[in-house]
Each structure stands twice: as C-alpha cells, then as structure tokens.
C-alpha cells in the first residue's frame, strides 16, 4: 500500500508489572487506507478495545508506532487530531449526559473546534444519521437505544472527522436495530469518504462492514483476511476456522467446505 492512512507498526501495550502484568497487545500492525473499512475482530480480553483506546489517545502507555496520513501521532493529542479521528463507544446510554438536551450536546464539540454556522451544522447532522429537526430539544430519556446511539454517531461527525473508531458500536442495542445502525454507518461513510477502524466480537457485523479484517488472539493478530476470504472460507489458522465455527454457524459451514 503506497499510502496508508492508519498504520499500526510494531505496536505493544502493558498493563501492570512483574508477575500481575498483562501483555494486552503485542507487536501489533496493520496499514488501513483512506476510505476503507478494517475491522477487528477475537475473543472478549484479546486486546481489541486497547488497540483502538491506544489510537485514539485515551490510552499513552505503549511502544511502537501510530501514523496518521503518514506522521507518527504524538502520545499527547492536541485539538486538531480529535477533529481528524473520532471514537464511537459501545453503550449509548452511558455515553450521553443524561441532563443535556441534544442540541446541547451537539453544540460542545462545535465549541471545542471554533467551529462556524452552529444551528446549521446541527440541523444538516440531525438530518444525516435520519432525525428530524425536532430531535434537537430532547433528552437522552426520551430517546430509543438507536435514537442515542445516532446522535452518538452525530456528535461525532458533526466536526468532520476522516477518521471513526468504531468500538462494539451496536453489541448494546436490540437485535432489531442493529442492522439499521450498520446500514446508517455504511451510508455515512460512502456518502463522506470516511475510514473506519471497527472492533467486534461478532463476525457477522465486521463481515458486513469491513473489506479486511484481523482475527486477534491473546493480543497478536493471528489472520488478516479479506470479508471475501471469510465469507468463502478460506482462512488458514484453525484458531480462526474454531471462532468462525462458534460466532456464526453459517459462515462456519462455508469454511468447513472450503477447507
Ligand atoms: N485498564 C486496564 N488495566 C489492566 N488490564 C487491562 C486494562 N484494560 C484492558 N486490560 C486487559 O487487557 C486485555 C485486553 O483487553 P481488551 O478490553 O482490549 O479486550 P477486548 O478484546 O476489547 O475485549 P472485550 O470485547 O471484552 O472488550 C485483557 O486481559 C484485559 O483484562
């Protein structure tokens, strides 16, 4: 790949020391281009969340390298990085201040970025993840689990980022909203150019978002696999074929023919 726009090189990360540390990454890498979906995807603990908590800078302690567009990312994070690279969280009830009315939890980051035509960019961003204009003056109780999960979603692109950090960004909603919610992010990001680093444990939602994906295993990257390669089958490792086997039968079964 000529030029990356993320890339992971080398990258370890320990929590604690001595006999009770734990080595939750190691010797991660991967290059991810810019408008392309990479997905990670193992167990519960195998290290998905650090990766992503490391990139985006709620996380300084670790060794190797993080570039973006081609510069190796400081541990500090200024202002002008948070506007290139969001995080979308899990949960979206623990993710919004239970007492801001949506405008105001819209207009913060605007704020933060000195950013222009705030009424505006509220109303277009309500608008693109499929709220209307009304939305602004509720509250996160008023809200459905989707419904908070896309003004999520809006809170985060409403600074125009290139970047989102998707962690498990549906594994807390209704099975009956989950497909909306990925459909809305795979709008959003063809409709935007954005890329899009996504972790989960379910290889039916990474399969449908992601054009590569990592299976993960005790920290390392264990596959790299197109969602072609997982949907025909062709893996390698039998760790992958066992997990594809125990995550989605369906999936599991092509693999078995295939392998
Ligand atoms: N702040 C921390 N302090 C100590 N250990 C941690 C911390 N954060 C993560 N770990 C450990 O690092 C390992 C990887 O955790 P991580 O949350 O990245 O896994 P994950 O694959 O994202 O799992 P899950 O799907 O359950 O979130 C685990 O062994 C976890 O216990």
Same mark, same amino acid.
């Given at each position: 790949?000529?030029?990356?726009?993320?890339?992971?090189?080398?990258?370890?990360? #320990? @929590?604690? &020391?001595?006999? +009770? $540390?734990?080595?939750?990454?190691?010797?991660?890498?991967?290059?991810?281009?810019?408008? %392309?979906?990479?997905?990670?995807?193992?167990?519960?603990?195998?290290?998905?969340?650090?990766?992503?908590?490391?990139?985006?800078?709620?996380?300084?302690?670790?060794?190797?390298?993080?570039?973006?567009?081609?510069?190796?990312?400081?541990?500090?994070?200024?202002?002008?990085?948070?506007?290139?690279?969001?995080?979308?969280?899990?949960?979206?009830?623990?993710?919004?201040?239970?007492?801001?009315?949506?405008?105001?939890?819209?207009?913060?980051?605007?704020?933060?970025?000195?950013?222009?035509?705030?009424?505006?960019?509220?109303?277009?961003?309500?608008?693109?993840?499929?709220?209307?204009?009304?939305?602004?003056? #509720? @509250?996160? &109780?008023?809200? +459905? $689990?989707?419904?908070?999960?896309?003004?999520a979603i809006a809170r985060t692109?409403?600074? %125009?980022?290139?970047?989102?950090?998707?962690?498990?960004?549906?594994?807390?909603?209704?099975?009956?909203?989950?497909?909306?919610?990925?459909?809305?992010?795979?709008?959003?990001?063809?409709?935007?150019?954005?890329?899009?680093?996504?972790?989960?444990?379910?290889?039916?939602?990474?399969?449908?978002?992601?054009?590569?994906?990592?299976?993960?295993?005790?920290?390392?990257?264990?596959?790299?696999?197109?969602?072609?390669?997982?949907?025909?089958?062709?893996?390698?490792?039998?760790?992958?074929?066992?997990?594809?086997?125990?995550?989605?039968?369906?999936?599991?079964?092509?693999?078995?023919?295939?392998?």
């Open positions: 790949m000529q030029n990356p726009y993320l890339e992971l090189k080398d990258l370890t990360i #320990r @929590f604690g &020391h001595g006999a +009770s $540390g734990v080595v939750a990454v190691q010797q991660a890498e991967f290059a991810i281009e810019e408008g %392309e979906s990479y997905g990670l995807i193992g167990e519960s603990g195998c290290g998905k969340s650090t990766i992503l908590r490391a990139i985006a800078g709620l996380n300084p302690h670790y060794e190797g390298r993080i570039l973006l567009d081609g510069t190796e990312l400081p541990k500090q994070r200024g202002k002008a990085l948070f506007r290139k690279m969001q995080m979308v969280f899990q949960d979206p009830y623990a993710s919004l201040h239970p007492r801001k009315m949506v405008q105001n939890v819209l207009i913060e980051p605007l704020q933060i970025m000195g950013m222009d035509r705030k009424q505006e960019r509220i109303d277009a961003i309500l608008s693109d993840v499929g709220l209307d204009a009304g939305f602004r003056y #509720r @509250f996160p &109780h008023e809200l +459905s $689990g989707g419904q908070r999960q896309r003004i692109l409403i600074v %125009e980022p290139r970047l989102l950090l998707l962690d498990e960004p549906t594994s807390a909603l209704d099975v009956s909203v989950q497909a909306e919610i990925l459909n809305l992010l795979n709008r959003l990001r063809r409709d935007r150019g954005l890329t899009y680093l996504m972790v989960s444990h379910d290889i039916a939602v990474i399969a449908h978002m992601c054009d590569r994906i990592a299976i993960m295993k005790d920290g390392r990257m264990l596959e790299k696999l197109t969602s072609q390669q997982v949907r025909s089958g062709a893996v390698t490792e039998d760790y992958t074929r066992e997990f594809l086997a125990a995550s989605a039968p369906a999936v599991a079964r092509e693999a078995a023919q295939a392998g």
